[in-house]
Each structure stands twice: as C-alpha cells, then as structure tokens.
C-alpha cells in the first residue's frame, strides 16, 4: 500500500501541504518519520516547508475570498465575534503569520489574515519563515544539524 511516508521527500512535501490547509492533521509526525528513513535534514527542511508554506498560502486566498455575509449565515458566527476577530488582527496584523504553524489554530490565523485582507507580500514572506524556523527546531531538536 502506498503511503506518504514510502514517497519520501514527495510524500513529506504533499503531508505537509495537506495539513497546512483546513485538513485536520500535523505534520510533525510525518516530518519526523521522513526525516528519519532519508537522513536527509537539509532535504526534509526544504520539502517540508515548501509544502507547508504552499499549504498556508492556499488557505490565505481562500480566506481572501470570503466573505461577512456567508459567514454569519453558513457558520453562524455573530457578527460581533467577526468585529472582535478583525480587531486581533488588526492589532497583531501580518505578523501572526509567523505562528501560523501552530496545530489546529495556525489554519485559522491564515484564513484570517485572508479573509481580513492583510498585505499579502509580508504575509507570505512571514508564513515562509514561521514554516522554515518550525522544521529547522525539529532538524535541531532530532538532532539532524
């Protein structure tokens, strides 16, 4: 049977895209796994972030494309939760990027700096170094570099 982790590099690069978008999964574990059958740290680094970043900037358009309306009437949410929302980001801006890694709530900060219209060019510059400073602590902490 045929699994991310018997693609390699491959697979590394498609776990992490996948779990960078609304799919409920990290790649941590996946990263650890590869990085243990390649020993290939610089190579895990490169395909693991790649695919993770490529991931976050997905669901940053798809959050570009929402819209108020459609998420009060198809979520439910109030429309003063959406204010309080939009003045988080407000006050932290672009810069929540850079924890965008973080499980389950990273996909949500990059759906709102999507959906509330953060600058695009340092939101993806600041998406690519949280996702590369996330892998590069794992290389370290393995013990990899």
Known sequence: MLSLETLGLLGLFIGSFLAATILPFSSDILYMAILAS??????????GTLGNWLGSVLTYWMGR????????????????KLISCRSFVDKYGVWLALIAW???IGDVFCIALGFFRTRPVPTTILLLAGKAARFAVWNLVIGAF
Request: glycine residues 10%; charged residues 25%.
């Open 102 to 104: 973080v499980p389950f």
């Open 38 to 47: 390649t020993g290939d740290p610089v190579g895990c680094l490169i395909s």
């Open 65 to 80: 494309l929402g819209k108020i309306e459609w998420i009060e009437k198809w979520f439910h949410v109030k429309h003063e």
